[in-house]
């Protein structure tokens, strides 16, 4: 993150990848490009469906225009693809998840309590399956550690009521939008993650990454079942390579990665841009945007 102007910051996302909160030594070539555009792919739909955000451009050209500090075009190669300009906010102290499945820690603590985020579920439900209807399960924001899943009561006490319900409804409004176009393109959203924020003049805003592989959890729909966890088009290889290592107690140093858990998980990273955007990387066309306003805090 890069100031670029009294408003403005620069997001960059790089190639590094972190799994079981230990940062690996091998980047994962073109992840942050990938992470980047689909997170820009994803604004321009959610921006037609009147989704106000932070988002200036993801165009080199329209952002070395705005922030000429940047350099020439001969230095845009640093950045050129894997950043976003975006106006600057005062992020909300809440993660704002979305679970249409039951899977990862909802699973856990469902499985052990039969609730989610302390609030009760229905009987009988198993791994992965559908819930009745999407929950807004929120989680606080940690400085370090894990989140924690809070319940929407205790983020009415943090942010007020109002606000409160207006995350929630954006929350399940854009997940409902992620869902139907990863539906039509052979893909099920379990789950997502949302964060927002408040600019100068008060409005509220999305913000940070949108529908990424690495704060969504995407499921191809073929071969899905209730009752198993389904592959995950995301770092995956990095994960199931690391559970694979006797001895490693998930603290730094990490083990290295081999060259083919680290292309394998290019190659995820390649196939979820291309399933959901119909679109090769190299052939995508990084967007700017209108400057859209959000809704008054």
Not at 5 to 23: C, E, K, T
Not at 116 to 144: D, I, N
Not at 275 to 283: A, P, Q, V
Request: charged share 25%.
């Amino acid at each position: 993150m890069y100031e670029a102007g009294p408003d403005l910051l620069l997001m960059v996302a790089s190639d590094r990848v972190s799994a079981f909160d230990v940062i690996m030594e091998q980047a994962v070539p073109r992840k942050g490009e990938v992470l980047n555009l689909i997170t820009a792919w994803w604004l321009q739909r959610l921006e037609a469906e009147g989704v106000a955000h932070h988002a200036v451009s993801a165009d080199p050209a329209e952002i070395l225009r705005l922030v000429p500090a940047l350099g020439t075009v001969d230095d845009v190669g640093q950045w050129a693809r894997r950043s976003l300009l975006v106006r600057r906010t005062s992020p909300l102290p809440v993660e704002c998840v979305v679970r249409g499945y039951l899977a990862g820690s909802a699973w856990s603590e469902y499985r052990d309590s039969g609730t989610l985020a302390g609030e009760p579920l229905p009987s009988g439900l198993v791994r992965s399956q559908r819930l009745p209807a999407p929950l807004f399960s929120p989680a606080t924001k940690a400085v370090e550690g894990h989140d924690e899943n809070i319940t929407f009561h205790d983020v009415t006490k943090l942010l007020g009521g109002e606000r409160a319900g207006k995350l929630r409804r954006l929350s399940l409004d854009i997940y409902a939008v992620g869902a139907g176009v990863a539906s039509k393109r052979g893909l099920i959203l379990a789950d997502t993650k949302f964060e927002f924020g408040v600019d100068a003049g008060g409005h509220l805003l999305l913000i940070d990454e949108v529908l990424t592989p690495d704060s969504s959890r995407y499921w191809p729909e073929a071969g899905y079942r209730v009752g198993v966890s389904p592959p995950s088009l995301d770092k995956q290889p990095v994960r199931d390579f690391l559970e694979s290592v006797e001895g490693w107690d998930r603290r730094p140093p990490p083990p290295r990665l081999p060259d083919e858990v680290v292309k394998a998980t290019t190659d995820r990273y390649l196939e979820i841009f291309r399933r959901l955007t119909g679109s090769e990387l190299d052939d995508f066309a990084p967007p700017s945007f209108p400057s859209e306003r959000g809704e008054e805090s």
